[in-house]
């Protein structure tokens, strides 16, 4: 079974700092991650995705997470924030290898970001 | 269209009434998706649809929910004698034929239930 937690369920940080929401996953198959950013009133939007190739991905808006298979890991990170970061982020696995096609979701990371 | 679209965006019901939510997926996409959002949650998969047929339906809760897609594009969700506790954001997604490819949402479907 796929199972994905977020370590932080909210996280503060100053304009022009860096940003780090981190996440801890468990899967018996070799998983695929995500991170999805939810704005108020808006719908998940894809940040970035890890399909086993390389380890650091970048997404968008100047965010990238680093897979790391030996700590179980795949934390998001962005050198410096900006007020329009602040949002709702969820780390998600999925084991499509399996046949398997849900996505199973963190329980999110709400970020401030404080001018 | 250019993605997802629910409807209606808010449903208020009353408890034990029966409610539809709609989710036009985008043009294309083989691939449907049910999720259930509760306040401060993460969302719950319920049902996914690999064309017509319902490929997994292992997060639907119990029997009073059900979904269809019956020529492959929209799809419906269809909850009987709805309680309190099945208000959520119901939010729908489609993807691409294929491994490893994103998942597009839609907005979702806040229902209430009174």
């Known amino acids: 079974a796929q199972s994905v937690t977020q370590l932080d369920s909210h996280v503060s940080v100053s304009e022009g700092t860096p940003v780090l929401l981190r996440c801890n996953y468990s899967?018996?198959?070799?998983?695929?991650l995500f991170w999805y950013v939810q704005h108020p009133n808006k719908g998940l939007q894809l940040l970035l995705k890890y399909t086993s190739a390389a380890t650091l991905v970048k997404g968008i808006n100047g965010f990238e997470a680093e897979f790391k298979k030996s700590e179980t890991s795949f934390h998001l990170t962005k050198p410096s924030a900006h007020m329009s970061d602040a949002a709702e982020y969820f780390c998600?696995?999925?084991?499509?290898?399996?046949?398997?096609?849900?996505?199973?979701f963190g329980s999110g990371t709400r970020l401030q970001v404080q001018p | 269209g250019a993605g997802v679209s629910q409807t209606p965006s808010n449903k208020v019901t009353e408890k034990g009434k029966y409610v539809e939510l709609r989710c036009d997926p985008i043009s294309g996409h083989t691939a449907l998706y049910w999720y259930r959002q509760s306040l401060g949650q993460g969302p719950e998969f319920l049902i996914y649809f690999q064309g017509t047929g319902a490929a997994d339906d292992s997060g639907l809760p119990n029997d009073r929910f059900f979904a269809v897609r019956p020529e492959g594009s929209v799809s419906t969700l269809k909850i009987q004698r709805t309680e309190r506790g099945d208000s959520a954001v119901y939010l729908c997604?489609?993807?691409?034929?294929?491994?490893?490819?994103?998942?597009?949402f839609g907005q979702g479907t806040r229902l209430t239930v009174v």
């Open positions: 899967s018996s198959y070799s998983p695929s």
């Open positions: 997604a489609s993807s691409p034929l294929g491994s490893n490819t994103e998942a597009f």
């Open positions: 998600v696995v999925s084991e499509v290898d399996t046949g398997r096609r849900a996505l199973t």
